[in-house]
């Protein structure tokens, strides 16, 4: 009897500690937002990728168990643009609950926490690599804003439509310029056989907006395959229509 009272005090028989088990987390963790952030193929800055794809509140761990884990930005700068590189640092704050045992022998853990940290670095058509760095004491920063993502408008169809129903092949270039005239954006039209062909989009962020206006007087939106538009393909241009790819 005395046995089986000292086993009911402290940590038991075959119980793991939750303090190892929150550090074993952070660092799963932390492998699958690198798996998560992948291949970099836009143009951001360091602020806009811990914003859009880091910063998280409290959730449960993918490992299961109830722990909970917690992404902070510590620091973050500059971007992935040419041969530029961009880092955010990242602190994982995980929580493991106490587990008892659900059979004689069973598993359990004792309730745990763990913080660990890393530094996640990127640069454009790179997959993110990182490695672990030291915590700093402290807390984290204000988070960062995503800065905005240029695209074309949202009522770009409405008012490429407008233009296409009363341009004619001398008019077409200058109104749908004059429709879209964010410097962002590039226009690119062709008169051709009775049709009026109009492009708009922001090569940068892979956005193409396609219309014609047939001989008929008929708009439409031709499909086309969006590999087409990355980069060294035929981009956001009326080739897309009048050349596609074979």
Same mark, same amino acid.
């Given at each position: 009897?005395?046995?089986?009272?000292?086993? *009911? !005090?402290?940590?038991?028989?075959?119980?793991?500690?939750?303090?190892?088990?929150?550090? /074993?987390?952070?660092?799963?963790?932390?492998?699958?937002?690198?798996?998560?952030?992948? @291949?970099?193929?836009?143009?951001?800055?360091?602020?806009?990728?811990?914003?859009?794809?880091?910063?998280?509140?409290?959730?449960?761990?993918?490992? *299961?168990?109830?722990?909970?884990?917690?992404? $902070?930005?510590?620091?973050? %700068?500059? &971007?992935?643009?040419?041969? $530029?590189?961009?880092?955010?640092?990242?602190?994982?704050?995980?929580?493991?609950?106490?587990?008892?045992?659900?059979?004689?022998? *069973?598993?359990?853990? %004792?309730?745990?926490?763990?913080? &660990? !940290?890393?530094?996640?670095?990127?640069?454009?058509? &790179?997959?993110?690599?990182? @490695?672990?760095?030291?915590?700093?004491?402290?807390?984290?920063?204000?988070?960062?804003?995503?800065?905005?993502?240029?695209?074309?408008?949202?009522?770009?169809?409405?008012?490429?439509?407008?233009?296409?129903?009363?341009?004619?092949?001398?008019?077409?270039?200058?109104?749908?310029?004059?429709?879209?005239?964010? /410097?962002?954006?590039?226009? /690119?039209?062709?008169?051709?056989?009775?049709?009026?062909?109009?492009?708009? *989009?922001?090569?940068?962020?892979? /956005?193409?907006?396609?219309?014609?206006?047939?001989?008929?007087?008929?708009? $439409?939106?031709?499909?086309?395959?969006?590999?087409?538009?990355?980069?060294?393909?035929?981009? !956001?241009?009326?080739?897309?229509?009048?050349?596609?790819?074979?």
């Amino acid at each position: 009897m005395l046995l089986l009272a000292s086993a *009911g !005090c402290g940590r038991g028989i075959g119980e793991e500690s939750g303090d190892a088990l929150a550090r /074993d987390t952070a660092a799963a963790e932390a492998k699958q937002l690198n798996t998560e952030l992948g @291949h970099r193929n836009r143009a951001r800055d360091a602020g806009s990728i811990a914003a859009a794809e880091i910063v998280q509140e409290p959730k449960d761990a993918a490992s *299961g168990g109830g722990a909970t884990v917690r992404r $902070e930005a510590l620091a973050w %700068s500059g &971007r992935t643009a040419g041969n $530029e590189r961009a880092t955010v640092d990242v602190r994982f704050v995980v929580t493991v609950p106490e587990q008892p045992p659900l059979s004689i022998g *069973g598993a359990s853990n %004792s309730a745990g926490e763990a913080t &660990r !940290c890393y530094r996640y670095e990127f640069e454009l058509y &790179r997959y993110t690599t990182y @490695h672990e760095i030291d915590c700093p004491s402290g807390p984290a920063p204000s988070p960062p804003t995503a800065a905005p993502v240029p695209r074309v408008p949202e009522d770009g169809q409405k008012r490429l439509t407008a233009v296409l129903r009363t341009a004619t092949p001398e008019t077409l270039a200058g109104a749908v310029r004059a429709a879209f005239p964010q /410097d962002w954006i590039t226009v /690119d039209t062709t008169a051709r056989d009775g049709a009026l062909v109009a492009a708009v *989009g922001v090569p940068a962020e892979r /956005d193409c907006l396609l219309l014609v206006r047939t001989p008929a007087g008929k708009i $439409e939106a031709p499909g086309y395959d969006r590999i087409w538009l990355e980069p060294g393909e035929t981009g !956001c241009r009326t080739a897309l229509y009048l050349a596609p790819p074979r």
